[in-house]
């Protein structure tokens, strides 16, 4: 059995957070010590006109920022290979000349690309503090306790492009079912991103382009490529630190109006509930911190002692045929309410859902849980009224 108490899970994680994430919670109260008070006038999970409009300012000018660090330091380096060249040779047909041309390239190089990323992971941590208070969140304000605490941290792994973490939490394995080879292979693909790009771009212009036309120009090829990534990155960055800002109180709503629908669940009706978040998290293979959020705020309304298992998404397909219409309902809305707070809804979510609404006999539609996320993403429409309507 696992302990349905949410304090011993949050002491293991505290314990081992990376010291990459307290530098930047750190920075977080710091900036905060600094600023006035943020009060929202309406649910953090809708944004009103003035608060869409800070945001979009804030993302605007950190994709402009972005994009200028990227193309500075590309265009840094290949000034040095293009002086390079001209000073030691393109052919550096001594050992000396090849060692003061590649101390010259890579000496730039490294030195402006540590300067860009240094420059990138402060302004993102900036951006996102400014997001957080343009949607009218500050978890810190004051010394972080409980969800403020789980934001900070949260917020400070978006900013830097940390992972989630992948540690068991009341008993679910984000990785239960995930392809080791699959996310060896994301991986990879992420490491070589832009460069592939700029690789691509060369041979291209290699291929079009005069002699002296490469010679002289090719350098400065990763120039846009580099900006337009960069930028790209930091929309995405900021895309997903918004819907972290807005997770913790979105899971509070959506499960508190699911659970205030004048049901009373029997016990395996209450386990069914955990067991479609923890089939949520297992087929997105993530903890994101708000599928954590609506994981915490159903263990807090279901007593029971959860059995080992509570993550295998056939048990929790096997049980829903069993319950009766008013409980599989609550489940399917569970179900909808996990799949849609990380801001996706991928084919693996949709398959679940779909094989949750036969096993329920119902007709599969995964129409509403789109709307809902739609809803939730643009920060519009009271998510307490869509999901009671909803199925």
């Given amino acids: 059995m696992v302990s349905a108490s949410g304090t011993e899970p949050a002491a293991r994680a505290e314990t081992k957070t990376p010291i990459l994430e307290r530098l930047g919670v750190l920075y977080f109260r710091r900036l905060s010590a600094t600023a006035p008070r943020v009060a929202a006038e309406d649910a953090i999970t809708v944004l009103n006109a003035e608060e869409r409009r800070q945001l979009s300012a804030v993302v605007r000018g950190a994709v402009i920022r972005a994009s200028l660090a990227g193309a500075v330091s590309a265009a840094l380096a290949a000034g040095a290979e293009v002086l390079a060249e001209r000073l030691f040779g393109a052919e550096h047909q001594s050992a000396g000349a090849a060692a003061r041309y590649w101390a010259l390239v890579g000496g730039v190089t490294i030195a402006s690309a540590v300067a860009e990323i240094l420059f990138l992971y402060w302004d993102s941590l900036r951006a996102v503090h400014r997001l957080s208070r343009a949607a009218g969140l500050d978890p810190f ?47 990879l693909l992420y490491k070589v991103k832009v460069s592939v790009t700029n690789f691509a771009v060369k041979v291209l212009v290699r291929r079009l382009a005069g002699r002296a036309l490469v010679r002289t120009w090719l350098p400065f090829v990763a120039v846009p490529g580099t900006a337009a990534w960069n930028g790209f990155v930091c929309w995405i960055v900021l895309r997903e630190a918004k819907i972290r800002v807005m997770g913790p109180s979105a ?19 209450r386990l069914a509930l955990v067991r479609a978040v923890a089939s949520s998290i297992v087929r997105t293979e993530d903890l994101h911190p708000n ?89 519009k429409g009271s998510l307490d009224e869509l999901i009671r309507t909803l199925l």
């Fill in 141 to 187: 304000a004051t010394e972080a306790s409980g969800d403020g605490a789980a934001v900070a941290l949260a917020l400070a792994r978006a900013a830097l492009e940390l992972p989630n973490p992948t540690d068991r939490v009341f008993g679910v394995d984000p990785r239960r079912e995930a392809s080791k080879l699959k996310l060896a292979i994301a991986s």
């Fill in 291 to 379: 599928l954590h959020a609506v994981l915490v705020e159903v263990v807090r309304r279901v007593p029971d002692p959860l059995p080992e298992g509570i993550d295998d998404s056939r048990v929790f397909l096997e049980a829903l045929p069993r319950l009766p219409p008013e409980e599989q309902r609550m489940a399917l809305q569970v179900l909808l309410s996990a799949a849609i707070i990380d801001g996706r809804f991928t084919t693996a979510e949709k398959r679940l859902l779909v094989e949750a609404q036969v096993a329920c006999g119902r007709t599969p539609d995964v129409k509403p849980a789109e709307r809902l996320r739609r809803a939730f993403v643009a920060g």
């Fill in 251 to 269: 899971a509070r709503e959506l499960v508190r109006a699911i659970f205030d629908q004048g049901v009373a669940p029997s016990p395996e009706g």
